[in-house]
């Protein structure tokens, strides 16, 4: 070896190994990739933010009635959605309806989630009888339509926010958990569960370290999806007058209270009904973006 092979061989540095990427950053990368997941995602957090802040942002009281200026159309800057039957703003009613509407359609889907993932995961891994003895009972749930369950369920408990919420989330349960169950039937024979069962893990902790982390991905993208499906149903209960009653302001009860003055006022339905529209879209666009970023084969 020369002298000058010797010196280039001296003064020639490892590159050290690329640092690894998390999976978040990854996620996060794919998840804004799509324009219209994160379009979505802007536009359901601007009606939250909007119902939290609504004593701020609404021009006017909700619950003002001004018979001189009732069914008035859209007008700028006084009443830029117009005025309900009873001379009510109705961009200062819709904006408060996000705080009945949106907590309808989050806290079910919470409450569904837990409760369904909890049983799904019970089936998926014990098996055998109970496995047999939960699904039996939620196969019965899912004989029902899902809006038929829940009329009856707010019928027998009365109509009011928190029986809404209840019966909403009932009719929800039956799906989480099969959806759970499925994705613990797939992992629970992989190679790290069985290698926490040879080392003794006991059963808690193999379901909340090892099976629970690897199936939350389908479980919050369908509740992502699920929450749109809440808004549409607690806007239908309203509708039907099993929901929230007035005069709390709501979008199911709006929509319902402008069907009467639909021929001489349709703005009155229509403004409500294109909210519950592009918030359940919104929703649903961003779930569908959600899935795709936590699906491995997208994170290229």
Do not use: C
Request: glycine fraction near 10%; avoid cysteine; charge should be positive.
């Amino acid at each position: 070896m020369t002298e000058a092979q010797a010196r280039e061989g001296t003064n020639t540095t490892i590159a050290a190994p690329a640092k690894p990427r998390s999976q978040f950053r990854m996620m996060l990368r794919v998840l804004l990739r799509d324009k219209f997941a994160v379009g979505g995602f802007i536009i359901v957090v601007l009606v939250v933010l909007s119902a939290v802040f609504a004593p701020i942002v609404a021009p006017h009281d909700p619950f003002q009635t001004d018979s001189s200026i009732r069914l008035q159309g859209p007008s700028f800057p006084d009443h830029l959605l117009g005025t309900d039957q009873l001379g009510r703003d109705i961009l200062s009613r819709l904006i408060y309806g996000g705080r009945v509407s949106l907590p309808i359609a989050f806290l079910p889907v919470v409450f569904s989630a837990i409760i369904g993932t909890m049983l799904g995961l019970a089936a998926g891994y014990v098996g055998g009888k109970l496995d047999n003895l939960i699904m039996r009972i939620l196969d019965i749930l899912l004989a029902f339509p899902a809006i038929l369950l829940a009329i009856v369920l707010v019928s027998a408990l009365g109509p009011g926010m928190f029986n809404v919420m209840f019966a909403i989330g009932v009719v929800a349960i039956p799906v989480f958990a099969r959806l759970s169950r499925a994705s613990t039937l797939s992992v629970r024979n992989i190679g790290y569960v069985e290698a926490a069962q040879a080392s003794g893990a006991g059963t808690s902790r193999i379901i909340l370290r090892h099976i629970l982390p690897n199936i939350t991905a389908p479980v919050l993208v369908y509740a992502t999806l699920q929450t749109g499906a809440m808004i549409l149903f607690a806007a239908g209960l309203s509708f039907l007058g099993l929901g929230v009653q007035p005069p709390i302001a709501d979008w199911g009860v709006m929509l319902a209270s402008g069907r009467d003055v639909l021929p001489i006022a349709p703005h009155v339905a229509t403004i409500p009904g294109v909210i519950i529209f592009v918030v359940t879209l919104s929703l649903n666009i961003f779930g569908d973006g959600l899935r795709d970023a936590l699906d491995p084969h997208m994170r290229i």
